[in-house]
């Protein structure tokens, strides 16, 4: 098993920054990419960035490029996700996710989800 813990979530106003992270625990050998997740209210969980994790390769949605930044510390075991010129339609709760075995998490293929975190930007 690989737990996930998310913190760095808060308010902000739009135009801002925040940075989200994600401690991996558990059998993190076993994990071959991370990402983030996000969901607002009354829509579908969509995905954010993905990294993987043995090497320094990143996938950012188009939505999102240019202004997150997917990034992660291997002697920390933890994912970054960086987020400048935040949006007021980018409140949402943001989830860690975890995959392994050649998995992509930006096709879904997630094994272990965080709690999530919730990111609230002010107009």
């Known amino acids: 098993q690989v737990q996930l813990l998310e913190s760095g979530g808060g308010l902000v106003q739009a135009g801002g920054s925040l940075r989200l992270s994600c401690a991996a625990s558990?059998?993190?050998?076993?994990?071959?990419?991370m990402g983030w997740f996000r969901q607002a209210p009354g829509k579908e969980r969509e995905f954010v960035g993905e990294i993987v994790w043995s090497g320094d390769s990143t996938y950012h949605a188009d939505s999102v490029k240019g202004r997150f930044t997917i990034s992660r510390d291997k002697a920390k075991n933890t994912v970054y996700l960086q987020m400048n010129s935040l949006k007021p339609e980018e409140t949402a709760v943001y989830y860690c996710?975890?995959?392994?075995?050649?998995?992509?998490?930006?096709?879904?293929?997630?094994?272990?989800w965080g709690q999530g975190t919730q990111v609230t930007v002010s107009s």
């Open positions: 996710a975890a995959g392994r075995s050649r998995s992509q998490v930006r096709l879904g293929e997630v094994t272990f």
């Open positions: 558990g059998r993190t050998s076993s994990v071959f990419t």
